[in-house]
Structure formats: C-alpha cells, structure tokens
C-alpha cells in the first residue's frame, strides 16, 4: 500500500502565481479531503469529494482557490494567483466510507 | 461555536512512563472520535478511534477513554518510548459516514525525557 501520495513536497514561489498542488489517493478510496494546516489556525478542512464529486467546499478561502478530481486516482488544488498568507502545509486525506482518513505526507508552500 | 480543544498544549514524560493526552470536546452530537499522531515533515497518522456507544477501546500500547458525560477524551500510552515523540491530536465527527466533517483538536506535543 503506497499510501497517499503528494507532490511537489516543497513549493516555494513569488506572490501572483499559479501555483498547483496534486495528490494521489489510496487506490479504492472513494472519499478524498484537501487540508490546510498553519500554526495560527491548526488543521482546517477546504473541501472534499465523494466518488470525484465535490461535496462541500465551504473551507475554501477564497475563489483564487479551486479544486478538481478529474477521475479516482488524482485531485489538483490551484491557487491562482497566490498570496503570501497561503503559505501553509497542505494535506490530502482520503478514506472509505466510515474508515478514518489517511493522509498524505503534506506540501509546504511558501509564497514570498 | 462547537470546538474540539486540548487541555495541555506540551507534554514531558519520562521514557519508559505512561502518558496520558486529554482533549475536552464540546458537541454532544458527536459520534466519532479519533486520534491521530504527527511527526515531523509528515502528514497526521492515525492511531485509534472510538464510537460514542463505548467508553473504552484499547490498541497496541494505546488506550482511548471516552467520558461522554463531562465530554473529554484521553489517549494513553502505555511505556512511552522516544518513537512516540510527536503532536497529537483528538479529532471528533457528528457521525460515523465519511460524510460528516471532521473537527481536528489544537494538538498536544509530547516530548520523551531519556
């Protein structure tokens, strides 16, 4: 079990570009969360998908932030265009249906 | 509003010690509770959880204590070792489907004294 699988792992670039996160989810895994994790604010959840469908994406700050999964195995977070106060870590979870969530090992982006 | 919180922001054991974690939650509809364990550069790992119809549930060298009445939750951890050095959090869902959010606590560090 290869486990969720993030990249890039670090992420650094300057304020007013796109900027795209990915994941990979544990393969037969039918819910999919993306988190964002700082020190003033912990672990905040930004949206989630249930078989590729979003469902709920009332965490996400604001619409410089978009997320999609275009088929089971692979979800992209975007933010365009990014802002320093987006640097954070940011997490993909994914789960079976009353499992808990398994998360991948996160993206530091730094936004200067 | 509803909120999952930790009484003990650091925590110092003795290697060798049992640790016990405390997290104090505020919505009495939750149904779900879970802890989840972060090192260093990784993504929080899950350790063990427990449904609201029990009061006790026990792992391997983890214990997790659910007092619905005074709504707290702790997680022990029996022989505390250095490999356990790291920020947990208590986590709690209105549910057991995946479906319902998950409420992720403030953490708790724990550091291992040799």
């Known amino acids: 079990d290869a486990g969720v699988i993030q990249s890039p792992r670090h992420e650094v670039t300057e304020m007013g570009q796109e900027v795209t996160l990915r994941c990979k989810p544990i393969?037969?895994?039918?819910?999919l969360f993306w988190y964002r994790q700082t020190m003033m604010r912990g672990l905040e959840l930004l949206i989630y998908f249930n078989n590729n469908v979003p469902i709920d994406d009332s965490g996400m700050p604001e619409d410089r932030f978009s997320a999609k999964m275009p088929n089971a195995s692979f979800s992209t977070l975007k933010i365009q265009p990014s802002e320093p106060r987006d640097s954070a870590v940011y997490f993909c979870?994914?789960?079976?249906?009353?499992?808990?969530?398994?998360f991948g090992d996160g993206t530091r982006l730094s936004i200067l | 509003g509803e909120s999952v919180g930790l009484h003990l922001p650091t925590l110092s054991v003795q290697e060798g010690d049992n640790s016990i974690i405390n997290c104090a939650y505020s919505?009495?509809?939750?149904?779900?509770f879970i802890w989840y364990k972060q090192e260093s550069g990784k993504g929080p790992q899950f350790i063990i959880d427990?449904?609201?119809?029990?009061d006790k549930r026990q792992g391997q060298r983890v214990t997790v204590l659910l007092n619905k009445t005074v709504k707290h939750l702790s997680l022990q951890i029996a022989a505390t070792q250095p490999g356990d050095s790291a920020v947990y959090f208590c986590?709690?869902?209105?549910?057991?489907?995946?479906?319902?959010?998950?409420?992720f606590g403030s953490g708790t560090r724990l550091s291992i004294r040799p």
């Open positions: 979870a994914s789960t079976l249906d009353g499992q808990p969530q398994h």
């Open positions: 393969s037969g895994h039918d819910y």
């Open positions: 986590a709690e869902r209105p549910g057991y489907s995946s479906a319902s959010k998950i409420i």
């Open positions: 919505n009495s509809a939750s149904d779900y």
């Open positions: 427990i449904r609201s119809n029990m």
